[in-house]
T-cell receptor
Framework: EAQVTQNPRYLITVTGKKLTVTCSQN?????MSWYRQDPGLGLRQIYY???????DKGDVPEGYKVSRKEKRNFPLILESPSPNQTSLYFC????????????FGPGTRLLVL | TQLLEQSPQFLSIQEGENLTVYCNSS?????LQWYRQEPGEGPVLLVT?????EVKKLKRLTFQFGDARKDSSLHITAAQPGDTGLYLC??????????FGTGTRLKVLA
């Protein structure tokens, strides 16, 4: 089944403790992206990757890192999480980005205490 | 910073009624997409509009892209409970960057 998977689905952590949210797609898509969703703000793009080894900042990249070492995986790294990074995170992929259909993962709900 | 504002934020209507959701910006977008999101899931793409003035129909849903490519609307005819969800517009800024709207939460009562 074609899908985007994220792990973990739920995470509670404390301020400053490094964490990684994994994202994997099995559709051989070139483009992958991370978003955060907060009430009243819609989805905001954190980082995106046009293809392997090429990434760029979205609208809210501060406090996040990403890497794209292989086509299928695009992990989101929070080196020192803070409470304002408490949010619902979505990973998405598409064949080309741009006009292509983005397929979203199921989301990761993160609470930083 | 580019922004996309959606209105209304919340909408509760009876089954069979018509409704329109608006997505507005002061910025020009090369294309615009509409998504629907259900609780506990990621957004699902409904449509992409590319040309200013373009109108697309998807069964009871009609999508329009403004002539100046700064705004869009989603019209639902004869809403059904299955239309309940969060509707999001998203503008493509440049080639790869997406700007999402603030969302419209629709509830259709049986």
């Amino acid at each position: 089944e074609a899908q985007v998977t994220q792990n973990p689905r739920y995470l509670i952590t404390v301020t400053g403790k490094k964490l990684t949210v994994t994202c994997s797609q099995n559709m051989n898509h070139e483009y992958m992206s991370w978003y955060r969703q907060d009430p009243g703000l819609g989805l905001r793009q954190i980082y995106y990757s046009m293809n392997v080894e090429v990434t760029d900042k979205g609208d809210v990249p501060e406090g996040y890192k990403v890497s794209r070492k292989e086509k299928r995986n695009f992990p989101l790294i929070l080196e020192s999480p803070s409470p304002n990074q408490t949010s619902l995170y979505f990973c998405a992929s598409s064949q080309t980005g741009g006009l292509g259909t983005q397929y979203f993962g199921p989301g990761t709900r993160l609470l930083v205490l | 910073t580019q922004l996309l504002e959606q209105s209304p934020q919340f909408l509760s209507i009876q089954e069979g009624e018509n409704l329109t959701v608006y997505c507005n910006s002061s910025s020009v977008f090369s294309s615009l997409q509409w998504y629907r999101q259900e609780p506990g899931e990621g957004p699902v793409l409904l449509v992409t509009v590319v040309t200013g003035g373009e109108v697309k129909k998807l069964k009871r849903l009609t999508f329009q892209f403004g002539d100046a490519r700064k705004d869009s609307s989603l019209h639902i005819t004869a809403a059904q409970p299955g239309d309940t969800g969060l509707y999001l517009c998203a503008g493509l800024s440049g080639t790869y960057k997406y700007i999402f709207g603030t969302g419209t939460r629709l509830k259709v009562l049986a």
